[in-house]
């Protein structure tokens, strides 16, 4: 009460101060007199000091919802400010917990009776759910300031469903390696049987944590479960996920911290022992590169725009993309990011802005917890002056290009997810261009010793007078490469018709670096139909590109950008066709030897049926005889003719299937003998791949697990 009266009181003095001003200035104005003009600006000053110097609170948060919380078990203390934004004390007459459920909550708080302007003090409420279901109640402070009483509101869930721990903490463990399984406990607390969805992993890296339960559908009054999770890192750092319950209990759904690091070296695409494929050096398996162009993803996207696609890319096992760290053509602002940040602060590769820098960091570092890898081009030259840093490159001096390589190499070196992928449509024509991209990799290089490196070149040439089309439907690396610095893998790059052909003959050529399909047709370009999509795919991977390819889709490419006039977004492409196509290419080729495919080129495999132009059927076998895998794009119009003899079979069987590229369905076919011919026709007019296998391999469905 006596604060009440206090500030009535002020009140009281405030407004007969404001009727004097008032008064004294109607005077003044009257009277003209200096004597009452300095009156009212003594009495202003007055009434100022006093408005300004009311106490006011912010409190910070304002609000605190507490999740889902096992009945009887206390969640983990929340921290709110307490903090005197005003200019006298902040009086403080009471804190209590008040209404609701006032019951489930409890309150800690070091708050004085009085607090100084500027200080700040805690308040650490807890939820100690008593019942199942919603819980509200609010904690209720009261102080000598005009918005007393200030409330924060509580909320949280009670459930029956409670786990024996809140969160589980792997610690440190190697790449590549499986901690111990860590155990919990969970028990029905309630009256009545819960019915139980099933237990998942979800969250940032749910990809790096497995686990088992002995929960089923259903758990009894006072019985429990045991849910044990395991940790297994694909990349360095901390690694979270969630353990997700859901149940009637009260809480529709409750989730369990996961977390982790990993630690030691390794990298997810690098070149196996024979130089012929890539391994993934964490687990020590065989990686087949299921990819995309996503060129703008880091300069045209918001954070949470880049975590929606990263996501749905590795929900569907994509496992590299190729994308720009400086651009100067393609995204909304060029050569601005989201956030308005440009690359070079100076002259172009040079100067290097810290905050545009950072974003690229935390892109690449967001894939590497989704385990992709970036194909990273560190400027696209552009086939002419407008379309890149064309111009750039060819008037930076020798020590610049070297400079930025080494800049990049030190920046980039200890990541587990990069292959340095530089030009970009860059035509061998410009002279001294192939000069200044060498001098870049080699500054890459000297750095870091740690990454691939390749070159995107041209489809067109001749272009410093007018572009025409290269002959051969595109130049590969190996077409336009002759640097100092070598090359490791070969990036082939041609037209939906001559895929095929770029790939065979890249791979027989003498020397040949493993190659991958890196820019072909893309869908929404070209009037490209899916079939066409699909039929390229296994064009280029059955002919030689047997590292994979990155799928191409006109809208996801530019993420939208300018050069996008389909009318189409690019979350509205994430399950197209072609994405869809790509993801079951993967699939099929990772459930089988595909470091071990070597194509058909001769037709002693496939030796009859094998077509021509849109129609062509291609075909490829594993080198130990195991697997033998042919792609017929016009269905049951064309039978095909198999060598059955180039299956090798302790027991003389070959099992036969056909899988659907477009979805990943499977239809078995049966068993045969492994010698002798066979014809195959497909079920239907669509497009199919024939999978033959030994059959004493005993290898599941096409697509349905990893070798």
Same mark, same amino acid.
């Given at each position: 009460?006596?604060?009440?009266?206090?500030?009535?009181?002020?009140?009281?003095?405030?407004?007969?101060?404001?009727?004097?001003?008032?008064?004294?200035?109607?005077?003044?104005?009257?009277?003209?007199?200096?004597?009452?003009?300095?009156?009212?600006?003594?009495?202003?000053?007055?009434?100022?000091?006093?408005?300004?110097?009311?106490?006011?609170?912010?409190?910070?948060?304002?609000?605190?919802?507490?999740?889902?919380?096992?009945?009887?078990?206390?969640?983990?203390?929340?921290?709110? +400010?307490?903090?005197?934004?005003?200019?006298?004390?902040?009086?403080?007459?009471?804190?209590?917990?008040?209404?609701?459920?006032?019951?489930?909550?409890?309150?800690?708080?070091?708050?004085?009776?009085?607090?100084?302007?500027?200080?700040?003090?805690?308040?650490?409420?807890?939820?100690?759910?008593?019942?199942?279901?919603?819980?509200?109640?609010?904690?209720?402070?009261?102080?000598?300031?005009?918005?007393?009483?200030?409330?924060?509101?509580?909320?949280?869930?009670?459930?029956?469903?409670?786990?024996?721990?809140?969160?589980?903490?792997?610690?440190?463990?190697?790449?590549?390696?499986?901690?111990?399984?860590?155990?919990?406990?969970?028990?029905?607390?309630?009256?009545?049987?819960?019915?139980?969805?099933?237990?998942?992993?979800?969250?940032?890296? $749910?990809?790096?944590?497995?686990?088992?339960?002995?929960?089923?559908?259903?758990?009894?009054?006072?019985?429990?479960?045991?849910?044990?999770?395991?940790?297994?890192?694909? +990349?360095?750092?901390?690694?979270?996920?969630?353990?997700?319950?859901?149940?009637?209990?009260?809480?529709?759904?409750?989730?369990?911290?996961?977390?982790?690091?990993?630690?030691?070296?390794?990298?997810?695409m690098t070149l196996g022992a024979d130089r012929t494929h890539l391994v993934n050096t964490i687990t020590n398996t065989p990686a087949f590169m299921t990819g995309e162009d996503a060129f703008a993803l880091a300069t045209q996207l918001s954070? $949470?725009?880049?975590?929606?696609?990263?996501?749905?890319?590795?929900?569907?096992?994509?496992?590299?993309?190729?994308?720009?760290?400086? *651009?100067?053509?393609?995204?909304?602002?060029?050569?601005?990011?989201?956030?308005?940040?440009?690359?070079?602060?100076?002259?172009?590769?040079?100067?290097?802005?810290?905050?545009?820098?950072?974003?690229?960091?935390?892109?690449?570092?967001?894939?590497?917890?989704?385990?992709?890898?970036?194909?990273?081009?560190?400027?696209?030259?552009?086939?002419?002056?407008?379309?890149?840093?064309?111009?750039?490159?060819?008037?930076?001096?020798?020590?610049?290009?070297?400079?930025?390589?080494?800049?990049?190499?030190?920046?980039?070196?200890?990541?587990?997810?990069?292959?340095?992928?530089?030009?970009?449509?860059? *035509?061998?024509?410009?002279?001294?261009?192939?000069?200044?991209?060498?001098?870049?990799? =080699?500054?890459?290089?000297?750095?870091?010793?740690?990454?691939?490196?390749?070159?995107?070149? =041209?489809?067109?040439?001749?272009?410093?007078?007018?572009?025409?089309?290269?002959?051969?439907?595109?130049?590969? /690396?190996?077409?336009?490469?002759?640097? /100092?610095?070598?090359?490791?893998?070969?990036?082939?790059?041609?037209?939906?018709?001559?895929?095929?052909?770029?790939?065979?003959?890249?791979?027989?050529?003498?020397?040949?670096?493993?190659?991958?399909?890196?820019?072909?047709?893309?869908?929404?370009?070209?009037?490209?139909?899916?079939?066409?999509?699909?039929?390229?795919?296994?064009?280029?991977?059955? /002919?030689?590109?047997?590292?994979?390819?990155?799928?191409?889709?006109?809208?996801?490419?530019?993420?939208?950008?300018? $050069?996008?006039?389909?009318?189409?977004?690019?979350?509205?492409?994430?399950?197209?066709?072609?994405?869809?196509?790509?993801?079951?290419?993967?699939?099929?080729?990772?459930?089988?030897?595909?470091?071990?495919?070597?194509?058909?080129?001769?037709?002693?495999?496939?030796?009859?049926?094998?077509?021509?132009?849109?129609?062509?059927?291609?075909?490829?076998?594993?080198?130990?005889?195991?697997?033998?895998?042919?792609?017929?794009?016009?269905?049951?119009?064309?039978?095909?003719?198999?060598?059955?003899?180039?299956?090798?079979?302790?027991?003389?069987?070959?099992?036969?299937?056909?899988?659907?590229?477009?979805?990943?369905?499977?239809?078995?076919?049966?068993?045969? +003998?492994?010698?002798?011919?066979?014809?195959?026709?497909?079920?239907?007019?669509?497009?199919?791949?024939?999978?033959?296998?030994?059959?004493?391999?005993?290898?599941? +469905?096409?697509?349905?697990?990893?070798?």
């Amino acid at each position: 009460m006596k604060g009440r009266m206090v500030q009535r009181a002020g009140g009281h003095r405030l407004r007969s101060l404001f009727l004097v001003v008032l008064a004294v200035g109607a005077m003044g104005a009257i009277l003209g007199h200096s004597f009452l003009a300095n009156r009212v600006r003594q009495i202003r000053a007055i009434l100022h000091k006093k408005l300004a110097s009311a106490p006011k609170m912010r409190l910070s948060p304002a609000f605190s919802d507490f999740g889902i919380q096992a009945v009887g078990m206390s969640s983990p203390q929340r921290t709110m +400010a307490l903090t005197n934004t005003g200019t006298s004390p902040l009086h403080i007459h009471s804190i209590a917990i008040s209404g609701g459920e006032r019951d489930d909550f409890g309150l800690r708080q070091d708050c004085p009776r009085t607090l100084a302007p500027g200080d700040t003090c805690a308040l650490n409420p807890v939820f100690t759910p008593t019942a199942p279901g919603p819980r509200k109640s609010s904690i209720m402070i009261t102080y000598n300031g005009k918005a007393s009483p200030a409330i924060i509101v509580l909320e949280g869930v009670g459930t029956t469903l409670r786990p024996s721990e809140s969160s589980l903490r792997f610690g440190e463990q190697k790449l590549g390696t499986s901690s111990s399984a860590m155990v919990t406990t969970v028990t029905n607390n309630g009256g009545a049987v819960l019915h139980l969805s099933p237990i998942a992993i979800l969250g940032t890296n $749910p990809g790096d944590f497995t686990q088992a339960a002995t929960c089923g559908s259903t758990l009894a009054a006072g019985a429990h479960c045991a849910v044990s999770v395991a940790f297994r890192p694909v +990349a360095r750092g901390g690694r979270s996920a969630t353990l997700r319950f859901s149940d009637e209990g009260g809480g529709s759904l409750q989730v369990m911290g996961l977390s982790g690091a990993g630690t030691g070296t390794g990298q997810f695409m690098t070149l196996g022992a024979d130089r012929t494929h890539l391994v993934n050096t964490i687990t020590n398996t065989p990686a087949f590169m299921t990819g995309e162009d996503a060129f703008a993803l880091a300069t045209q996207l918001s954070n $949470p725009d880049l975590e929606t696609y990263l996501a749905d890319r590795a929900s569907r096992q994509f496992n590299v993309i190729w994308m720009a760290l400086a *651009d100067s053509a393609t995204q909304s602002n060029a050569p601005q990011d989201f956030y308005a940040h440009i690359p070079f602060d100076g002259p172009d590769f040079t100067n290097f802005d810290e905050a545009y820098w950072s974003h690229i960091d935390d892109v690449v570092q967001q894939a590497q917890a989704h385990g992709i890898t970036v194909m990273a081009d560190p400027g696209f030259v552009g086939l002419t002056k407008p379309e890149g840093y064309l111009n750039s490159y060819l008037k930076s001096s020798d020590a610049v290009m070297i400079a930025y390589g080494r800049w990049l190499g030190n920046r980039y070196k200890n990541y587990s997810n990069l292959i340095w992928s530089l030009g970009g449509d860059a *035509d061998p024509s410009y002279p001294g261009l192939y000069t200044k991209l060498n001098l870049l990799a =080699s500054g890459i290089v000297s750095a870091d010793a740690n990454h691939l490196v390749t070159v995107e070149a =041209s489809r067109f040439t001749n272009c410093p007078t007018g572009c025409t089309a290269v002959p051969s439907g595109g130049y590969s /690396s190996m077409d336009v490469w002759s640097g /100092s610095t070598p090359l490791n893998l070969n990036w082939v790059y041609n037209t939906y018709s001559t895929t095929q052909r770029g790939c065979s003959s890249n791979y027989a050529r003498p020397g040949a670096l493993p190659a991958l399909m890196g820019e072909d047709w893309y869908e929404l370009e070209h009037s490209m139909t899916p079939l066409q999509v699909r039929a390229e795919s296994y064009w280029e991977i059955l /002919s030689g590109c047997t590292l994979g390819r990155l799928f191409g889709n006109g809208v996801i490419w530019s993420m939208g950008a300018p $050069p996008n006039s389909s009318g189409q977004t690019w979350q509205s492409q994430l399950a197209s066709a072609g994405s869809v196509a790509e993801q079951w290419q993967g699939a099929l080729m990772r459930s089988r030897e595909f470091w071990l495919l070597v194509p058909d080129t001769n037709n002693s495999v496939l030796v009859s049926g094998y077509g021509s132009g849109n129609n062509l059927s291609v075909a490829a076998r594993t080198s130990d005889g195991q697997t033998i895998i042919a792609y017929v794009p016009s269905g049951n119009a064309t039978t095909i003719n198999i060598d059955m003899s180039k299956i090798s079979s302790p027991i003389h069987r070959a099992k036969c299937w056909w899988f659907d590229p477009s979805n990943g369905s499977t239809t078995p076919i049966g068993s045969f +003998a492994n010698s002798g011919n066979h014809n195959f026709t497909p079920t239907d007019s669509n497009d199919w791949v024939l999978v033959i296998d030994d059959a004493r391999a005993n290898l599941p +469905a096409p697509g349905r697990a990893d070798r």
